[in-house]
């Protein structure tokens, strides 16, 4: 129960309880009529997804500014499937968007790890260039939900007793990916990775093959939101996702992840997304514009950082000082 | 086991290979070198090859269209070259333009607007300068957050609405050149400030003092350099200059809108990587950076001219971007192996 009141996880989920709280109190549909309930869920699933990949990267002290020109190619090449390919099943268009997603991610992993530079340069450069590839390939085209078989969209709109399929994915993918970050050996080597990447070296640990895994994770992941935005919203072009990399690494930052790395949690930066984006809703209800969404989200990213800042100088002063006591 | 050669451009190797080697040689071998005739074959090329690219006309848009992003990119050198990083420079351009425009609605005289809108951009940055040194935070993510807040102001005051009646003779400023050279006026602000900045970075303790955090932070402290202050007032500076860029902006497009400049703060920082500043801080110079950013407009303009698909153009960018930070490495690894072979024995012991 303490450590639960302690985590740096459970104040930004106060946070946004509290922000569903009053929207609801000041509106009550907000949260119980059947389609606020559902868009609730369903809204911030696509970020969830890839502010999780994004996260992973950031605790090996990297960052993928190129996770937005992925979402849109692989959105682009889900409803490409399935114009080119009457009758593919659903399910080979899921494996296409994550393996092209978990390629490009791969490759953004190798320039990083190999090239020995500073993922922000090299993810910027992707960021072009994906968003370049995407923009050749889709043209002034774009993909209509006409072109989309019903079952897909319907995956990416209706819901299992309540709550959206795509909220479940979201929820699978975060369980997972939490519990690997906290129990696997894997998981737990791409903290030390980001603690102090020069002692994870000496010590042994196969930094360049986690450095691969986790952008192929986050690829991967980004990927899979591409499909899920198709699904979702029936229509993509070569534009779709622009932008997607800031709110992502937004999320992160304000669900607690450090920006340098070693510490966070993907929960944290699943609750981060989900807050953003409920705000951005939230916000009309409560009478403020929504072009004022992205002024107080920037407040939160800043607000988020300065309290992360507080609360590790805290922690590290307590540890002195029990040091100095036992000694 | 055996430990490989270090492959830091700084390290043993590449010092011993230039040493004896006459000043123009090593002057020719620098990264801004290599930039800078990157950017003359470009043209050469782009002149001959590219019909109307030889143009005043051609000249007189390229260079009204990369102003912004040059005056800006002068400021994201200093900040770049301590180790540090303003994600927040569009943004400040954009509530610049929308102040601007707010403000001259309202009935202010331009030129007091446009001090307005200055000291905004000087506090803008004095905010963000004040998290990364006061408060210690890392600045990538102190202007993540007020890429948004301050976007978030920008498109909060104006909405979707623009403000689009500006008196004439400030539009005309911004737009008109001279004569029929096809050069625009306000390159005289450019010019000014590139002398300005080429001053400050190279030939003052300031400067000095700059390049000194990036290399060391510690080291740069113990010798005197006054670590916070120096990084406070470059990232005024780049607040200032974004300010100044978003007035520019508003009268070259005759629009002040929130969403101006959208994403050009990515636009700047490849211009600034290209040029040869490592973002690792403590090294760079700003004739590269001035380099890289005409090499990134010419190369947009004369592919616009020859037809080449605007599409072409951003997978480019990205590819030049990755190939310009990777290069050295490149470099280094071929040194190394040249090295090893020219002397075997020593590799041995």
Same mark, same amino acid.
């Given at each position: ?12 989920l ?6 569903? &709280? ?15 309930? $559902?868009?609730l ?10 502010a ?19 979402v ?5 090449l889900?409803? $490409? ?35 020995? @530079?500073?993922a922000?340069?090299?993810? &910027? ?15 002034s085209?774009r993909v ?5 078989p ?17 909220t479940? %994915? ?17 998981? $737990?080597?791409?903290y ?18 986690? %450095? ?8 991967a ?6 499909? #899920? ?12 996702g ?8 937004g999320?992160?930052v ?16 699943a609750i981060? =997304? ?19 969404q992205q ?29 100095e @006591?036992?000694? | ?16 290979a230039?040493?004896?080697r ?7 071998l ?16 782009a002149?001959l090859? @590219? ?34 990083i303003?994600?927040? @420079?569009?943004?400040?351009?954009? &509530? ?14 331009v030129?007091?607007?446009?001090v307005?809108?200055?000291?905004m ?13 006061v ?26 609405t623009a403000?689009?009646?500006?008196p ?30 080429v ?45 100044? =860029?978003?007035i520019?902006?508003?009268?070259r ?14 636009s ?26 005409l ?21 480019i960018t990205?590819?030049? &971007?990755i190939l310009?930070?990777?290069?050295? $490495?490149f #470099? ?16 041995k012991?």
């Open positions: 129960m303490r450590t639960f009141l302690r985590s740096r996880e459970t104040g930004i106060a946070a946004l309880v509290i922000v569903v &709280l009053i929207t609801t109190i000041k509106n009550p549909s907000f949260l119980f009529s059947q389609d606020g309930f $559902r868009d869920l369903l809204t911030p699933s696509i970020l969830v997804l890839v999780v990949g994004q996260a992973i990267v950031i605790i090996t002290r990297s960052v993928d500014l190129s996770v937005g020109s992925v849109g190619l692989t959105a682009y889900t409803g $490409r499937l399935f114009i080119d390919v009457p009758g593919i099943p659903i399910i080979v268009v899921f494996a296409a968007g994550m393996a092209l997603g978990a390629a490009l991610g791969l490759l953004n992993g190798a320039l990083v790890a190999f090239g020995k @530079v500073p922000l340069v090299i993810t &910027l450069g992707t960021l072009y260039a994906y968003r370049g590839i995407n923009v050749l390939w889709a043209g085209n209509n939900a006409s072109d989309l019903k079952d897909f969209l319907a995956l990416g709109t209706s819901a299992l007793l309540f709550v959206p399929y795509l479940i %994915i979201a929820l699978i993918v975060v369980l997972v990916a939490g519990w690997y970050l906290r129990n696997q050996r894997g998981g $737990r080597e791409l030390a990775i980001g603690s102090d990447p020069d002692a994870a070296q000496l010590y042994g640990l196969g930094v360049t093959r986690r %450095i691969l895994v986790a952008f192929l994770l986050c690829g992941l980004a990927g899979l939101a591409g499909v #899920l935005f198709a699904a979702r919203y029936g229509t993509t072009n070569s534009q779709t622009t932008g997607l990399e800031l709110q992502a690494v999320a992160a304000i669900g607690g992840v450090a920006i340098f790395g070693g510490s966070g949690t993907v929960y944290g930066a981060g =997304a989900v807050l953003l984006l409920t705000i951005n809703r939230a916000l009309p209800i409560l009478g403020i514009p929504d072009f004022w002024a107080v989200v920037g407040t939160l990213i800043i607000g988020a950082i300065v309290l992360d800042r507080v609360l590790s100088l805290r922690l590290s002063r307590q540890l002195i000082s029990e040091r @006591v036992s000694a | 086991m055996t430990i490989s050669a270090p492959a830091d451009s700084r390290t043993g190797t590449r010092v011993y230039d040493y004896g006459p000043f123009w040689m090593r002057l020719l620098t990264r801004e070198m290599a930039v800078i005739v990157a950017l003359i074959l470009v043209i050469v090329i002149s090859e @590219v019909r109307r690219f030889g143009t005043t006309t051609t000249l007189g848009f390229l260079l009204l269209d990369v102003a912004p992003i040059l005056m800006i990119a002068l400021p994201m050198t200093l900040v770049i070259m301590m180790g540090e303003d994600l927040s @420079v569009a943004s400040t351009l954009g &509530l610049s333009s929308v102040l601007l425009g707010i403000l001259t609605q309202a009935g202010w005289p030129p007091v607007a446009i307005a809108c200055l000291v951009g000087l506090v803008a940055g004095l905010i963000n300068g004040l998290l990364v040194t408060v210690g935070l890392p600045s990538l993510a102190v202007t993540i957050g007020t890429l948004a807040l301050y976007r978030g102001i920008a498109v909060g005051l104006l909405g979707t403000v689009t009646s500006f004439a003779f400030w539009t005309g400023l911004a737009q008109s050149k001279f004569g029929s050279t096809g050069i625009p006026v306000a390159m005289v602000l450019v010019v000014a400030l590139i002398v300005v900045f001053a400050l970075l190279h030939f003052t303790p300031f400067g000095r003092g700059i390049v000194a955090i990036g290399f060391s932070t510690e080291t740069a402290h113990f010798s005197g350099v006054h670590v916070n202050r120096t990084k406070v007032v470059a990232f005024m500076l780049t607040g200032l200059i974004a300010a100044l =860029a978003g520019y902006w508003t009268f497009y005759g629009s002040a809108r929130g969403d101006n400049a959208m994403g050009l703060e990515l700047v920082i490849a211009a600034v990587l290209l040029g040869g500043v490592s973002i690792f801080g403590g090294k760079g110079a700003i004739h590269g950076v001035i380099a890289g950013v090499l990134i407009g010419v190369l947009q303009s004369a592919l616009r001219l020859a037809n080449v698909s605007s599409d072409v153009i951003n997978i990205g590819a030049l &971007l310009s930070v990777l290069s050295p $490495r #470099l280094s690894w071929f040194r190394s192996l040249r090295f090893r072979r020219a002397t075997p024995e020593k590799q012991q």
